[in-house]
């Protein structure tokens, strides 16, 4: 299945398990299709979507030159998806790399500042009803 521009549905799929073999994400054959899946469904929905905003836009295509574009612009979000979740696991090991004590240490200092900004809003919300109670009094 050649389109008029020399672009195969064949070449591309090859090209496709090519990419997919040679990243490694876990090691594990059976978790890394189940992330293959997860990243190919992103990856197809968000392609079928921008060539379908494409088309409504007004680009005048035929089928398999969408076919092409389609498969074109699936493999650029493949791997950029990949390099996302590459990263993921890049900070995660970076994030347990950091001592306990400093972990519970921010998560404590960010709950206590929560709690101040709530106690702070709600004592700013009853000074306002009071005062506005007080106008009303006026009047």
Same mark, same amino acid.
């Given at each position: ?28 054959? #059976? ?16 392609? &079928? ?7 409504? *836009? ?11 574009? #389609? ?5 650029? =979000?493949? *791997? ?5 979740? @590459?990263?993921?696991?890049? #900070?995660? =090991? ?28 709600? @004592? ?7 005062? @506005? ?5 006026? &009047?």
């Amino acid at each position: 299945m050649k389109s008029e521009k020399g672009v195969s549905i064949k070449g591309l799929t090859t090209l496709l398990i090519f990419l997919i073999s040679g990243f490694v994400i876990t090691g594990i054959s #059976f978790l890394d299709g189940k992330v293959w899946e997860v990243i190919f469904g992103i990856a197809g929905s968000i392609a &079928y979507a921008i060539v379908g905003i494409l088309i409504d *836009v007004g680009l005048n295509l035929s089928k398999r030159d969408r076919s092409d574009l #389609f498969w074109v612009i699936l493999l650029i =979000l493949v *791997v950029f998806i990949y390099k996302i979740y @590459c990263a993921l696991v890049v #900070f995660k =090991l970076w994030l347990m790399s950091i001592p306990l004590w400093i972990k519970i240490l921010v998560v404590s200092a960010f709950g206590l500042a929560s709690i101040f900004v709530g106690i702070l809003k709600i @004592c700013k919300s009853k000074k306002k009803k009071e005062n @506005c109670d007080e106008n009303k009094q006026l &009047y």
